[in-house]
């Protein structure tokens, strides 16, 4: 269950704190098809997705140019989802 991971990938993160750049290979990708509102299985995955997101910036030493193209995505999920833009507002602040 791909959710269960986010949740355990957020756990990871906070406990590797900036080494988590090494991760990025296997976070981003997980990311991106997560919040994307291509992927039918956005619906369930967003939400947790964007928490992965989170936890990945602020463990992230520097914001990197594959970190930010994740931004991408977001136009559609503010499109998409109230309940996503509420914390995603959060999350930015």
């Not at 986010?6 to 900036?18: F, I, K, P």
């Not at 997980?30 to 956005?42: D, F, G, L, P």
């Not at 964007?50 to 990197?64: E, F, G, M, R, Y």
């Amino acid at each position: 269950m791909v959710c269960g991971k986010q949740a355990r990938y957020c756990v990871l993160l906070q406990s590797v704190g900036s080494s988590c750049v090494d991760m990025y290979d296997l976070l981003l990708p997980i990311i991106c098809y997560s919040t994307s509102v291509h992927q039918a299985a956005h619906v369930y995955l967003c939400e947790d997705a964007l928490d992965l997101w989170l936890a990945t910036v602020q463990c992230s030493p520097t914001i990197s140019p594959s970190l930010l193209d994740l931004y991408s995505n977001m136009p559609a999920v503010f499109g998409w989802c109230t309940h996503c833009c509420y914390n995603v507002h959060f999350s930015v602040q």
